[in-house]
């Protein structure tokens, strides 16, 4: 299969061609499949040959590569970056959960496929300024749910 080079796309539409579909219902596959997205939402699904690609469309090749729906996350602690020795995490990287250590993660948790996720665990406005940032579209990330700093007893 040939693919057109990508073209500037002034409608907000692409097509995501070549791929194998995974519809997260428990459907098989959908092998040489087509996703038509305008605005960021799934507008029509179909295979190569059988969905027209609208013309003007972003084309963005799937081909050799699985597409699913973006996975959720109901436990992360965007302030602790792969460490689990709190009481040295909290007092040696405090300054820099905000700038640095939260948006690393939660772009990282986006590169893993992670669209949405719950923090149970952070100070409150970091999280809410992070998680705002993300939504503006400052920096990559999952939509992220918040609740706060840690409620729990020693």
Do not use: C
Request: zero cysteines; proline letters at 6%.
């Amino acid at each position: 299969m040939v693919l057109l080079p990508n073209m500037i796309n002034a409608q907000g539409i692409k097509a995501l061609v070549g791929g194998t579909m995974i519809d997260g219902f428990g459907g098989p596959p959908l092998r040489n499949s087509v996703i038509i997205i305008e605005n960021e939402r799934i507008k029509e699904i179909g295979q190569v040959g059988f969905l027209s690609i609208p013309e003007g469309a972003e084309v963005i090749s799937t081909e050799g590569m699985s597409v699913m729906p973006g996975l959720w996350d109901m436990h992360v602690h965007l302030m602790i970056n792969g460490h689990s020795n709190y009481t040295h995490w909290d007092s040696t990287y405090i300054d820099l959960f905000e700038s640095v250590i939260m948006p690393s993660s939660a772009h990282q948790l986006l590169r893993a496929g992670v669209t949405s996720a719950r923090d149970l665990g952070a100070p409150l406005e970091a999280s809410i300024n992070v998680r705002d940032r993300i939504n503006k579209g400052e920096i990559p990330g999952p939509t992220i749910y918040v609740s706060g700093p840690f409620i729990q007893q020693a």
